[in-house]
Every structure is written in structure tokens, then in C-alpha cells.
């Protein structure tokens, strides 16, 4: 079955300075990748996705990069700031069936 | 729209009761997802509804839990009898395609003692 992984479990960051959190997948067939942002007491709430057609992904102040070879997906944050302090979770879906979350990542933003 | 919108917040019983979640979707969405998430297993899909049918159930974690959507604007996720191993947030979630652009609700922090 499929199973997802982070490689890191807490990253702390300066403000200002870029943040990058990876995910690990296993399955091959998987076709569709999500990230989501969890803040404290509250849902997740969707971030960015991208297809297995793509390598790359950009949104404001996200890039999503999926490299299909190792199997691996990070998020990068630009600029990061105190409002991006947060658990980050990646999905990873094969046609809808199979949806997988990985654990988690928790970012601190520093001052 | 007031978003998607999860009662109760929260849910203490005993072990043995019957728990009903409730779910209202945001209007105009024909996906309705509910997970679980605990600190042992993280984020589960439980299951998922296109225009009120069940897709996808897998994640169920066994017959003692059961879902129910009887029209596009509610959904109950039921469980019976509650032990406390079932004890976590429960979301709801619901989106217009699928997992993707999914909006969740604030969850229900259930705890059976």
C-alpha cells in the first residue's frame, strides 16, 4: 500500500529566510500531490497541488516541486513569515482512491 | 458562505454510546470528505461522497462506523458502539473537485472516557 514520509518532523526557520519541507512517497502510480497548512485548533486547509504530469509548481510565495524518479515532493516557501508558522502535511493520491497523508511537519517561523 | 460547518466542537462519552457527527458542506459543492486525525496515525481519510453517494469508504476504520449524507447540504458520521480508542478530531471537509481545493471545517475533538 502506499505510504508517505517526511523527512524532517519540526523545522525552525528565520523570518525572512525560505523554508523547504519535503515528503516521501511510495507508491510509483501515484498521480496527484497535495499540500496542506494546518494551524493550531484548526482544519487544514489547502495550500497547492500538482499533477504527476508536472514537475513543478508555483503559487504566491509557494513552489511545489515533484521529483517522480526518487519519489519526492517539497514545498518551498519564499520569504516565510510569522503567519506561516504551522503543521504541513502532504497527500498523495492514485485517481482519487488510496488518499494518504503523510504525519506532518511543523514549521517555526523565528523573529 | 459561512464555510463548512461541524457540530458538535466537542463530544465527550462514554464508552458504549452512540456519537453522531454532524456536517454542513459548503453550498454548491458535490464532495464531502470526512477524516479523522489523531497523534498516533495523523490525518485519515475515512470516506468520501460525490452528489451524496458514497465513493470511496476504505478508510473506514470498521463496521462500527457508518456515514450517511441524505441530501447535499448535511451528513452525519455515526458511531456505534464508541470505544476509546476512537477518540480524536473528526473533519469535514468538501470541495467542488474532488480531494483538491478541499475546505475544512473546524473539526469535533470527540473523547470517549
Known amino acids: 500500500g502506499e505510504s508517505v514520509g517526511l523527512h524532517l518532523p519540526t523545522l525552525s526557520v528565520q523570518e525572512g529566510d525560505n523554508s523547504i519541507i519535503n515528503c516521501a512517497y511510495s507508491?510509483?502510480?501515484?498521480?496527484?500531490f497535495i499540500w496542506y497548512k494546518q494551524e493550531s485548533g484548526k482544519g487544514p486547509q489547502f495550500i497547492i497541488d500538482?499533477?504527476?504530469?508536472?514537475d513543478k509548481r508555483q503559487g504566491q510565495r509557494v513552489t511545489v516541486l515533484l521529483n517522480k524518479t526518487v519519489k519526492h515532493l517539497s514545498l518551498q516557501i519564499a520569504a516565510t513569515q510569522p503567519g506561516d508558522s504551522a503543521v504541513y502535511f502532504c497527500?498523495?493520491?492514485?485517481?482519487?482512491?488510496?488518499?494518504?497523508f503523510g504525519p506532518g511537519t511543523r514549521l517555526s517561523v523565528l523573529p | 458562505d459561512a464555510g463548512v460547518i461541524q457540530s458538535p466542537r466537542h463530544e465527550v462519552t462514554e464508552m458504549g454510546q452512540e456519537v453522531t457527527l454532524r456536517c454542513k458542506p459548503i453550498?454548491?459543492?458535490?464532495?464531502l470528505f470526512w477524516y479523522r486525525q489523531t497523534m498516533m496515525r495523523g490525518l485519515e481519510l475515512l470516506i468520501y461522497?460525490?452528489?451524496?453517494?458514497?465513493?470511496?469508504d476504505s478508510g473506514m476504520p470498521e463496521d462500527r462506523f457508518s456515514a450517511k449524507m441524505p441530501n447535499a447540504s448535511f451528513s452525519t458520521l455515526k458511531i456505534q458502539p464508541s470505544e476509546p480508542r476512537d477518540s480524536a478530531v473528526y473533519f469535514c471537509a468538501s470541495s467542488r473537485r474532488g480531494p483538491t481545493e478541499a475546505f475544512f471545517g473546524q473539526g469535533t475533538r470527540l473523547t470517549v472516557v
Open positions: 507508491n510509483s502510480a501515484s498521480d496527484y
Open positions: 453550498s454548491g459543492h458535490d464532495y
Open positions: 461522497f460525490n452528489n451524496n453517494v458514497p465513493i470511496d
Open positions: 500538482i499533477r504527476s504530469n508536472m
Open positions: 497527500a498523495v493520491t492514485n485517481y482519487g482512491q488510496n488518499f494518504v
